[in-house]
T-cell receptor, first 111, second 119 residues
Framework: DQQVKQNSPSLSVQEGRISILNCDYT??????FLWYKKYPAEGPTFLIS?????DKNEDGRFTVFLNKSAKHLSLHIVPSQPGDSAVYFC??????????FGTGTSLTVIP | NAGVMQNPRHLVRRRGQEARLRCSPM?????VYWYRQLPEEGLKFMVY????????ESGMPKERFSAEFPKEGPSILRIQQVVRGDSAAYFC?????????????????FGSGTRLTVV
């Protein structure tokens, strides 16, 4: 039962433009949401998080938006850079110790 | 300031053998998490440990899998009598925070993973 879904396996964006990565979830009890970036043959690297009491969190070029009514999360990267090309995972947590990960979206930023 | 160290990076085992995966958390991190990524899937939680204690093993298969985090040395994920379905990337993450809220705000630090192939 996939509680966190990333329905777009891949996304291509021109350098300098905005990248928007989407994530949907089913569990209304999730209270924290995280985005991770992963390069091939490496572990995921933490990017940004948001708690359920907020609807936006910004860190440099990265902004995460949370729409609780729609159970939808998005990561905006602007401007996109070639070094942003990686697989992006969203993850969510309810009470307890584990995070539920989506299946990832492979972002390619075209120079 | 080494990150989370996992070894080996690649491990090949024949069906029925044992696999031992090691994870040394970041310095100062006393909370360790193991996740597994099957092909074409996201990471799935397996177990959460603190030094000498298993806190949450709700994601561990009931048989053949065990984990420990001794007072000295790395955390070990042990898979006995491996089968082809165990082939996956196994990631370890660590955190200095006991509080899930703090850990969630600052994220977990993942290692580069161990890719287990069962032949």
């Amino acid at each position: 039962d996939q509680q966190v879904k990333q329905n777009s396996p891949s996304l291509s964006v021109q350098e300098g433009r905005i990248s928007i990565l989407n994530c949907d979830y089913t569990n209304s009890m999730f209270d924290y949401f995280l985005w991770y970036k992963k390069y091939p043959a490496e572990g995921p690297t933490f990017l940004i998080s948001i708690s359920s009491i907020k609807d936006k969190n910004e860190d440099g070029r990265f902004t995460v938006f949370l729409n609780k009514s729609a159970k939808h999360l998005s990561l905006h990267i602007v401007p996109s850079q070639p070094g942003d090309s990686a697989v992006y995972f969203c993850a969510a947590s309810a009470f307890g110790n584990q995070f539920y990960f989506g299946t990832g979206t492979s972002l390619t930023v075209i120079p | 300031n080494a990150g989370v160290m996992q070894n080996p990076r690649h491990l090949v085992r024949r069906r029925g053998q044992e696999a031992r995966l090691r994870c040394s958390p970041m310095k100062g991190h006393s909370h360790v998490y193991w996740y597994r990524q099957l092909p074409e899937e996201g990471l799935k939680f397996m177990v959460y440990l603190q030094k000498e204690n298993i806190i949450d093993e709700s994601g561990m298969p009931k048989e053949r899998f065990s984990a420990e985090f001794p007072k000295e040395g790395p955390s070990i994920l042990r898979i006995q009598q491996v089968v082809r379905g165990d082939s996956a990337a196994y990631f370890c993450a660590s955190s200095p925070f006991r509080s899930k809220d703090l850990a969630a705000n600052y994220g977990y630090t993942f290692g580069s993973g161990t890719r287990l192939t069962v032949v």
